[in-house]
């Protein structure tokens, strides 16, 4: 097989390289399932570990076949719970991700987790394996809340999750949600103060969203979902966040990630910075640049369909989508106008010529939703709370 680099590139070939290239690997099992969850998640009895590691080390190797030569900047082991993974199945698999591509001096591997399955000598055992970063969802820190979400856990055990995951990690982060059923602004400001007092050096805080099929999606539906905040409550428990954590030192750098600079999620930056990933496990996208084409990736949602595919093709993604140039521009800017650092025009015109319409930008300039410095794009502090509005008029919409 011919390297990716054996002719010269087209403009968009070598494009990934600006956000680098990361490996997502999913997770799909829980304990239970929470009702405002929309992920690929799944309860089971029982989980064959050695079935699933053979799977996993199967798709690094094809993957890593047609990577080869790459810098691998990132591992994110997402879910589900990943902490529900053996600490041996996580170790086999960053051996082999070792032993598939060179690393960044910089690497990072993280690992999902929740309260429930936190276990100090799990933790240990993840360590050991290579995992230097934890996420926690602890989605609360009060337990009323707590169980309104689902949440298998107190929030004294959510505390106590979180001193055992600061003891192994050096890099510890962790979720709250927030615009909860019958939350105070008063009340979400104190619980954010607490959350900082715990002295993370990451939080991602995202408002409680209503996702179509899910329980709470079906509840709202009915009627039945009562104490939801209105739009300017909730607009006001955004303008508090980002004031509070500017305040104590972890600005945003992300709509919904907040972080002490240089802890910032190096995974997540790959995303935002639209780099290339792989992604395996079943329901894990990916972005794949070869032979300078872009590609989109997805796999089968059923962790028994992937675990077959997998098994019996040798492949468990699904037929890969080319992406055209304005496919590519419109990512980029999607990903990018979401970070503080905002994006670059030049980059985008060289995904798609003519992709950056100068009126357009213009206009939401004078409504103070965007600053232009320069050729960097930028959300003012008035336009990232209205972000999705903002792209619309970007990419063409009303």
Known sequence: MPSENSSPPSLTAEDWQAGGFGLYLHWPFCQAKCPYCD??????????QARWQRAYLSEIDRLGAETQG???????????????????????????????????????????????????GRFAGYRAAGVDRVSMGLQALNDDDLRRLGRLHSAAEA?????????????????????????TLAAWQAELREALAMAADHLSLYQLTIEPGTAFGRLHDAGRLAGLPDDDLGADMYAATQEICAAAG?????????????????????YWRYGDYAGIGPGAHGR???????YATETPLAPGAWLEAVETGG?????????????????????????????????????DQDYVDINKINSLQELNMVELREESLRLT????????AVLRNLLGGD
């Open 288 to 294: 794949l640049t070869l032979y300078g084409q872009r």
């Open 39 to 48: 992920f690929n998640s799944h309860v089971v009895a029982t989980i064959d």
């Open 315 to 351: 492949n468990g993604e699904r037929p890969r989508n080319a992406l055209s140039a304005s496919d590519q521009a419109a990512e980029y800017l999607m990903m990018a106008l979401r970070m503080a650092e905002g994006v670059d025009l030049r980059r985008l015109r060289q995904l």
């Open 70 to 120: 790459r810098v691998l900047r990132s591992v994110f082991f997402g879910g589900g719970t990943p902490s529900l993974m053996d600490p041996d199945l996580v170790a086999a698999i960053l051996d082999r991700v070792r032993a598939t591509w060179a690393t960044a001096n910089d690497f990072e591997v993280t690992l999902e987790a929740n309260p429930t399955s936190v276990e100090a």
């Open 159 to 183: 505390r106590a999750a979180f001193d055992v995951a600061r003891q192994s990690f050096a890099r510890v982060s962790f979720d709250l949600i927030y615009a909860r059923q019958h939350q």
């Open 250 to 270: 972890l600005p945003a750098y992300e709509v919904s990630n907040h972080a002490v600079p240089g802890a910032e999620s190096r995974h997540n930056l790959i």
């Open 381 to 388: 502090p008035a336009g990232r709370p209205v972000l999705n």
